[in-house]
């Protein structure tokens, strides 16, 4: 069964430094996998998706996240954080068994100090 | 493009009573989720639509719990009766044919269960 891991609920870092949220998976098949960021008072928007392509995946506003299959991790990156990028994170994952449901983490949210 | 409409965005009643939330999604379209948050943790999938069909529904409370897809366009979730526990924000997204493709989420519907 699938499911989801992101170590940390709460990340903060000052304006400029790296941004790293982690994110473990568990699949029995090869997995799609997505970020997805949440912003205050906005619904659920996506990052960035996974899909057995490249293994660097770059997203929307500076971000980008390296699948590693020998770590089943998804890890998402920043270099340099901005004020704007406070929200909350969700990983998510979807197999092929199953119909492909997509199964979502607790989210990490990120604080970000000027 | 008009985005995933919910209403209503809030809703307070007491334990027993009923409530319907509505969602019409991004028009086109063929898959249409049903997401319940609770606070702290990430997005749980309770049913999942492909037109007019539930593809899955394992993790919906279907003694409680219902929802429908009319014509494969606009959905209701329905709970009855209401306990304590069902607060949440509850989400719906669409998505143009699978959970492979991007989610688009509409605002949510925070219920809270006196």
């Known amino acids: 069964a699938q499911s989801v891991t992101q170590l940390g609920s709460h990340v903060s870092v000052s304006e400029g430094a790296l941004v790293l949220l982690r994110c473990n998976y568990s699949s029995s098949v090869p997995p799609y996998l997505f970020w997805y960021v949440q912003y205050p008072n906005q619904g659920l928007q996506l990052l960035l998706k996974?899909?057995?392509?490249?293994?660097l995946v770059k997203g929307i506003n500076g971000f980008e996240a390296e699948f590693k299959k020998s770590e089943t991790s998804f890890h998402l990156t920043k270099p340099s954080a901005h004020m704007s990028d406070a929200a909350e994170y969700f990983c998510?994952?979807?197999?092929?068994?199953?119909?492909?449901?997509?199964?979502f983490g607790a989210g990490t949210r990120l604080f970000v100090k000027a | 493009e008009a985005g995933v409409a919910q209403s209503p965005r809030y809703k307070i009643i007491e334990k027993r009573q009923s409530v319907a939330f509505w969602c019409n999604p991004i028009?086109?379209?063929?898959?249409l989720y049903w997401y319940q948050q609770i606070l702290g943790q990430g997005p749980k999938l309770l049913i999942q639509?492909?037109?007019?069909?539930?593809?899955?529904d394992s993790q919906l409370p279907k003694d409680r719990f219902s929802a429908e897809r009319l014509k494969g366009v606009d959905s209701t979730l329905k709970i009855q009766p209401a306990k304590l526990e069902d607060s949440a924000v509850y989400l719906c997204a669409s998505s143009f044919y699978s959970p492979l493709d991007e989610q688009f989420f509409g605002p949510g519907t925070r219920l809270t269960v006196l």
């Open positions: 998510a994952v979807s197999e092929g068994t199953g119909g492909f449901k997509t199964i």
């Open positions: 028009s086109g379209h063929a898959t």
């Open positions: 639509f492909q037109n007019n069909g539930v593809v899955d």
């Open positions: 996974y899909t057995s392509a490249a293994t």
